[in-house]
């Protein structure tokens, strides 16, 4: 990280919450949406040149377009003249909005919001349950069925996805299968925290396969 870039993170007055603003800015000039960053957010979109943000929903960071694919790449960050906001401006992959719109400003005050064609955001929750596991293999709790499977071993994993398979292939109903679907993906995101995968790395290897 370049001298002056470190110089960024330490002129930025951070909020109580440890966080700032970010007015985010299309090249063109449009105004894409309003999002905040905290500290270690602004370090990963300068150092990996794509827009993170903290979720103050989530409680987490999240880079711009992890589930959607609608990446913000980084073209300048600019402070503000009180140091306690940031503006941004970046190259928009998509529509910025969870809305399907381009900017979250498409309506005037009064106008109706839009309710088709949003985004899904269905992967949030794999993301979240892929946090919590690897809270669980970090910080092990007592009572915790993920932290005593990280406890047993690799081939007590193996073994628990293995079972969960073949349980899903002889559900008898459909409501057993999505039973079954579902305790089959936690146990393939126990082993792949065991191996050390990123959920993240399996969805690019799909986007290299549609392609």
Partial sequence: ?????????????????????VVVQEVDGEVL?????????????ITEGYAH????????????????GNVQQVE?????????ALLITVKQTGPACHTGEHSC?????????????SIDYSLNLLKELEEVIRDRHINPRKGSYTSRL?????????????????????????????????????HLLVLFREEGIDLDEVIAELGRRRK
């Avoid at 960053?37 to 990963?44: C, G, P």
């Fill in 105 to 117: 400003f498409y309506r005037e005050l009064g106008k109706p919001k839009v309710t088709e064609g």
């Fill in 76 to 84: 300048e960050i600019s402070i503000d003249c009180d140091d306690d």
């Fill in 150 to 186: 990280f406890s047993e071993g690799r081939s007590q994993i193996e073994k628990k996805v293995g079972e969960e398979a073949i349980e899903l292939l002889v559900a008898p109903e459909r409501s057993n299968f999505v039973a079954e679907a579902s305790d089959l993906i936690y």
């Fill in 33 to 45: 949406t309003l999002a905040y960053m905290d500290r270690q957010a602004l370090e990963l979109t």
């Fill in 53 to 68: 943000y903290y979720s103050r929903s989530k409680g987490r960071i999240r880079k711009k377009g992890e589930v959607s």
């Fill in 1 to 21: 990280m370049s001298d002056g870039k470190v110089k960024l993170l330490e002129e930025v007055s951070w909020n109580d919450r440890g966080l700032v603003p």
